[in-house]
């Protein structure tokens, strides 16, 4: 009893114990990771249509609502969110080239993941355990093999639905045509961003009474949560919440605590997305009338349903 006491003790002296001044930084830096990620897909966008008018504010917009319902979406579902929306505020846009824009945005995400995995061994840490793999190797064996052919059936399906659009997503990757265009107007805003995730969760850490953390438990946590960001929304947040809890025991900090962090930093962080996605859908959609929208439909289905005990007297001969 005392070892759940104490645990729960960590936990509440994360929060009772709260660096204002690290944890309001910490928000501020989050909030500039949308616009200088928006920026670096609105020049993508630029290169790509170079004839039409794309501004920063509908990339800004689109960026908010895609990561709050990435919170939703599992699998980067939320990647047709802002496809969607950006397609129709650009004059002459179709959605194959503004999907490939997205792709080429995302691209970078997927070799930073790598690259974290990479450092994070490097260290002499990671949060892969890679001694457990090879001595049962068939299991992420047969999980590979099972990926790599989901992946090459959704390829060959895409490839067959894509007849006919190669042009359109050729000049979804036109920037790359143009030597160092990509690197001076797009990769220096997605470093800019990373930097910003990094300066986030180093003050958050900060802020929820881990000041002496060190720099290999920072980029582990940050691998972390890359690794696990196609998950559904409670596995993702469950899946985060145990290995942040595992990274800081390990380097000496107490359970309860890590916890306090990991809950509290998520709560925060998720609960700012939402809102400035649900502000950002508001400005740019206009009014949702949610619950209009949900009585018609719950009316209409309604209406929908046979009368049953009418159809069963009708049967009757």
């Known amino acids: 009893m005392s070892a759940i006491a104490d645990f729960f003790s ?37 290169a790509t249509f170079p004839g039409s008018t794309v501004r920063w504010r509908d990339a800004y917009g689109a960026t908010l609502v ?15 969110v802002r496809i969607t929306m950006m397609k129709d505020r650009i004059k002459g846009a ?6 490939a824009t997205a ?29 457990e ?21 959704a390829f060959i399906a895409l490839r067959r639905k894509a007849r006919g659009l190669g042009d359109e997503l050729r000049q979804g990757v036109v920037i790359f045509k143009h030597r160092g265009e990509y690197t001076r107007t797009v990769l220096g805003w997605q470093l800019a961003d990373f930097t910003l995730q990094l300066a986030t969760l180093y003050l958050m850490l900060v802020a929820f009474g881990f000041a002496s ?26 899946s ?12 000496g900090f107490p359970a309860g605590a890590a916890l306090g962090f990991g ?23 206009g009014p949702l009338h949610l619950r209009k929208q949900l009585g018609e439909r719950l009316s209409h289905a309604f209406h929908a349903i046979p009368p049953t005990r009418g159809a069963l007297r009708a049967q009757r001969p």
Request: proline letters at 2%; a positive charge.
């Open 103 to 131: 792709g080429v945005d995302a691209l970078f995400d997927v070799i930073l993941t790598v690259v974290l995995l990479g450092v994070s061994a490097w260290l002499g840490a990671s949060v892969v355990k890679w001694h």
């Open 213 to 238: 953390v060190t720099l290999v438990a920072v980029v582990l946590i940050r691998t972390a949560q890359r690794v696990t960001v196609s998950l559904p929304g409670f596995l993702e947040a469950g």
């Open 240 to 251: 985060q919440q145990a290995m942040i809890v595992a990274i800081l025991s390990q380097v």
């Open 10 to 46: 960590e936990f509440a002296h994360a929060f009772s114990h709260l660096v204002v001044w690290a944890y309001l930084l910490g928000i501020v830096t989050f909030l500039a990771q949308s616009a200088t990620r928006s920026r670096a897909w609105r020049n993508l966008l630029v």
């Open 66 to 80: 895609t990561r709050g319902a990435g919170i939703f979406l599992p699998m980067h579902g939320e990647e047709a």
């Open 133 to 153: 793999i090879a001595a049962h190797p068939l299991k992420p064996i047969l999980f590979a093999a099972l990926v790599l052919a989901a992946i090459v059936t």
């Open 94 to 99: 179709s959605t194959a080239a503004v999907a």
């Open 263 to 285: 809950f509290g930093s998520k709560i925060t962080l998720s609960g700012l997305t939402v809102v400035l996605a649900l502000s950002a859908a508001r400005i740019m959609l």
